[in-house]
């Protein structure tokens, strides 16, 4: 069989079996009727369906995306049957219960499958990546009506959602929203506004679109507090369920991006006649407490996506550079003697490594956080469930970025190893590298998670979230000093980094100045992150130290490589933060 190029199913298995017991998630009632063999038959058919149905029309995707003209939206016949076959697969449910169509399969073994597709063609994977996390949002907080009406054919892939929050002037302020809800005499609401940058915005890839959107019920608090939540569907409903006439909801147009070309991103207007029917969500102003369980689905789903593109550029990287030949050995310069794959030149393999390290780390990473969801959802005890919705709260927002930006990084170097080649639109890591790019702007930019980790999560409880994660590394860094030697010194630098992080994070909050605290937020992130990675990375090292195989090998190389060349990285960051440095936050914007 050929060893596939994108993703590691070896890898998967070493993560889920090996480290993270997905087995053990078995015996609790929830997951009791399934096993091993299912979760692998699933791992199999997601990884069959993405190199078949989705991997084969990724750069056509790219090529001709989708298109307006000025009445519908045109997109390429493939990607609506790639759809139906994953609608078919009952994936879209794979998390939820029975009775709405779901699987039950536990979040670990769903994330594991979804990573196959973002791998393969991240464009089509979009719409249903969105309408699973619409359709877990109103299980989570809609009436039972609203979740017959459309969380059932979304789950059935009849129907696929979208999440609108960003307007025109506001972006990313969410408290500078305008979209207004009129109340109706029948319960109903008129909703007037636009929304920007809406991916599956619009299409005709399903019998309708069901739109979340946030606005403002007149009356309401001013800001964030002041915002209630909208199911607002592109077509109305008749009598039987079925999609009857237009809704007043309209695509202005579309974004052309540099990447994630083959996701329709629209401009949508709300009411430019008499206004588009929506229905309230739960209870009024208090639609973002609401829309953050798409929100934070989101966020972790976004740091899979972009290790997924980020893993499979390190594979083609790895493919191409095991099968050029180019140069000699240093200690060979006869020009008669044969050349060499490129794989054997020690800067080849650096790069290399550094992708492997990145990319196999972020994957550990989003499946941890995983298997917090699976522990939040089912662990026996209320304080075990507490424990784990804590630490996955305060690690979402490294979730999100780091893999947004490493495995970016990643994606450069598979195209630093191809050369010339690699810049290529012929070769596949350029489209990589343009749809990972995406990622570390949209469902929050570095900037802003920056600012939630140590403006929120870092503090808040008294600082709980953060004193919870500095435990649990706590914890791996003691099993790594009892299995003694390489395990122990990885732990002790461990320990030195995580102390450094607490350190520093109250010493930011000491001054008491926020403007002075958080000025450098994002620098924090990334220190933090990679504080967070070198435990994952050390949790993967203990787990593969048995291993007599050329995987376990490779596993801790990656390990050595992080530990030695990466985790150094915090020592400047920790430095510049502990003296509050406030160059970038002094600059005059005249001085530019």
Known sequence: MTESLLLSRRDLDFLLYEWLDAEALTKRPRYAEHGRETFDAMLDLSAEMAARHFAPHNKKNDAQEPRFDGERVHIIPEVGEALRVFAGSGLLGATMDEEVGGLRLPSLVAGACMAWFQAANVGTCAYPFLTTGNANLLLAHGSREQIDTWVRPMVAGRFFGTMCLSEPQAGSSLADVRTRAEPRPDGRYRLFGSKMWISGG??????????????????????????SLFIVPKYLLNEDGSPGARNDVSLAGLNHKMGYRGTTNALLNFGEREGAWGELVGEPHRGLAYMFHMMN???????????????????????????RPQGRPLTDRDPASPQVPI??????????????AYVEGALGLCLYAARLLD????????????????????L????????????LAANDLAIQVH????????????????????NPIHEGTHGIHGLDLLGRKAVMNGGAGLRLLLETIAATA????????????????????????????????AGGSPEEALANASVYLEAAGHVVLAWIWLEQLLAAQGGTSAFHAGKRQAARYFFRVELPRTGPQFD????RDLTAAQMDPDWF
Not at 419 to 438: A, I, K, M, P
């Open 202 to 227: 619009d299409h005709e890839l399903a019998e309708n679109i069901v739109h979340l959107v946030l606005a403002r019920i007149p009356g309401g608090p001013p800001g964030v507090k002041g915002l």
């Open 297 to 323: 689905e989101a966020r972790t789903g976004v740091g899979l996506g972009a290790t997924a593109l980020g893993y499979t550029g390190y594979l083609h990287a790895l493919d191409y550079a095991r099968g």
């Open 343 to 356: 794989v054997e030149h020690a800067d080849v393999r650096r790069m290399l490594l550094a992708q492997k």
């Open 375 to 394: 522990e939040e959802r089912t662990a026996p005890a209320e304080e075990e469930r507490a424990r784990a919705r804590l630490l996955l709260d305060v």
């Open 396 to 407: 979402t927002p490294v979730v999100k970025s780091w893999p947004s930006q490493w495995c």
């Open 419 to 438: 050369g010339g080649y690699g810049y290529t639109r012929e070769y596949d890591v350029e489209q990589f590298y343009r749809d990972n790019r995406l």
């Open 478 to 509: 003691r099993r790594a000093d009892a299995a003694g030697g390489e395990a122990a010194e990885f732990g002790a630098s461990l320990t030195a980094a995580a102390q450094r992080l607490g350190a520093v994070t109250a010493h930011l909050w």
């Open 576 to 579: 510049l933060l502990m003296a």
